[in-house]
């Protein structure tokens, strides 16, 4: 038998006295293991490398369907070719920036928004992946997701260059320079919408920020959707009703089938453009399709327009009768966010049985006008532009006049709302739960004399 000495702490049955330490001493106090390599620092990718792929990629992808909706464009049997088509995509691709075209006929600057939008989403997913790939994935830290965007905005930069230098034409001139910090700029804060999401920097912002600036910035965003939603459909219906003009548009072209797909699939591009304009309309101030011309509610003055398909939904008059009520549109957009944010809040402050006045509810419905005109405003500057050198110098809506009126209007609709929402909302009353009543106690039958048995002493 061996001996155990008092110094020699006794080993459980069943243990060898060779085995490894469970990671627990002897007093039961955890040891710590040994640190192993972090994950994340295993496969990073060099910031340069990361963002070229991410920015080439983005590139890639948003500017060969450029290149074929132009190709089929200019298409027809005596006509096109493929270095055509390239070049054209190339110079649709920057133009889709804002990057502006010089032309034999006049500076060509009128953005197709539908593909910046394409664009934009493109890049915010190269700032997603370049995040990723230098491991600043959830890492909530501000300097790596600026730094990945500005990254990714170099390497945009530099192609945008690239593709100004090989657009250059007799007919057809970009400049480099305007090119390279139009698309650093464009390219920096898409992927900057990719960044800051994946490293939770947005998140990490949301939550310092105010209640009354969270909630007056998202009430202003859902009354900014349903503006140019009312917009959209406006000229959805618009473009539809005169869609028998449109079709003798794109016939009068003699492309052929190909070539007339894409006159309409350029057309399309620019149907987020008509429904800036269409929500210019509804707001009250209108646009402009020409030099001196404007299209509003009250007076519609255009002279000679462009064989466009668009330019078939313009309205031949001011509005009148049943048509007035679209000027009630941008109102009831305001009243319905408003409505929407006072039942939100109240909901809330039911389910926390706290009560909340009226300057928790008005504060961010006053704030949503602003919202709403920063969005809009912004939106109109991005939707106008040149078409061309003479009368087609200026189309589109005047900027500040939109974001005023919008803000003007949108604030006094969600004050509105809010407001109905306060006063017809009817506290509903608590549900009391039902009062369980505490078991009566079990009486122990007495024990049988000479049985021994004891009870304990209740202390």
Known sequence: MSSITPDQPRRPAGVRADARPSGRAAGGARVPAPRRPERSSRGRAPLPVAAAVAAGGAALTSCLPVALVLGMAQLSEDAGSLPGALRAGLAGWLLGHGVP????????GLVPLALSAFAFWRLSRAGVHTSRAIGARSGRSPRQALTASVAVGIGYALLGVLAAVLVGSAGLRVSPVRAGVTLLLFGTVAALAGALRTTGVAGLLADRAAPVL????????????????????????????????????????????????????????????????STAYLLGPGFAVGTGTAVRTSEVSVGSLPAVPLVAGLPSGPVDGLGAALLAVPVLAGMTAGWLLGRRLLRADAEDRAGSGWPALLGPAALAGPVVGLVVGLAAAA???????????????????????????????????????????RPRPARERPTRRAPAPTRRPPDPPGSGATRPVQG
Not at 101 to 108: F, H, K, N, R, S
Not at 386 to 408: C, D, F, H, K, S
């Open 214 to 277: 969270r909630d007056g910035v998202r009430t202003g965003l859902v009354a900014g959707l349903l503006l140019l939603g009312a917009g959209s459909g406006a000229a959805g219906l618009a473009v539809a009703t005169g869609g028998g003009d449109a079709a003798d548009m794109i016939g009068a072209y003699r492309t052929g089938v190909a070539g007339q797909a894409g006159i309409t699939l350029v057309s399309l591009a620019y149907a987020p453009n008509a429904t800036v304009w």
């Open 383 to 425: 939707s106008g532009g040149a078409l061309g050198g003479g009368r087609l110098a200026e189309i589109g809506p005047v900027p500040w006049q939109v974001a005023a009126v919008a803000t003007a209007v949108v604030t006094v609709g969600a004050l509105l709302g809010a407001a109905a929402a306060k006063v017809l909302d």
């Open 101 to 108: 075209l010089q032309t034999t006929a006049g500076p060509l």
